[in-house]
Nanobody, 125 residues
C-alpha cells in the first residue's frame, strides 16, 4: 500500500530551524518527483519546493528552505532555517507527478498523484 508520511513538524521560536521528512512506503522516492507544499491559515495551499530524480530543484519558496533526497532512507527532506511566524501552517509532501519526465519537477500541485497527511509547523514566541 502506497503511503507518504511527513514528520518533523512542531512548535519552534522565530529564528529556529526545522527539518521535515517525507518517507514513503510502497513507492521508491528516488524514482519519482517529490514536492513540498504548505497551507498557511487563510491562504490557499502553495508550493514550497520540489525535486526531480536528477536532483534538479524548483523553488524553494524562500532561500531559507532547502529540499534534498536521502535515497538510502527513501526520504525527502525539507530543511527550513530562520523560521518566521508566517511560515506556520501544515506542510505536505507529494510524490509522483504526471509529467512525462521525472528528471525535473513542477510546483503545480495538480500534477502530483500521491499526498501525505501533512505535518503542522508552528512558529511562535
Amino acid at each position: 500500500q502506497l503511503q507518504l508520511v511527513e514528520s518533523g513538524g512542531g512548535l519552534v521560536q522565530p529564528g529556529e530551524s526545522l527539518r521535515l521528512s517525507c518517507t514513503a512506503s510502497g513507492l521508491s522516492l528516488d524514482k519519482v518527483v517529490v514536492g513540498w507544499f504548505r497551507q498557511v491559515p487563510g491562504k490557499e495551499r502553495e508550493a514550497v519546493a520540489c525535486i526531480g530524480t536528477s536532483g534538479w530543484t524548483n523553488g524553494p519558496l524562500h532561500a531559507r528552505f532547502t529540499i534534498s533526497r536521502d535515497n538510502a532512507m527513501n526520504t525527502v527532506h525539507l530543511q527550513m532555517n530562520n523560521l518566521k511566524p508566517e511560515d506556520s501552517g501544515v506542510y505536505y509532501c507529494a510524490a509522483d507527478s504526471l509529467l512525462a519526465s521525472t528528471l525535473y519537477c513542477s510546483p503545480q500541485e495538480t500534477l502530483y498523484k500521491n499526498w501525505g497527511q501533512g505535518t503542522q509547523v508552528i512558529v511562535s514566541s
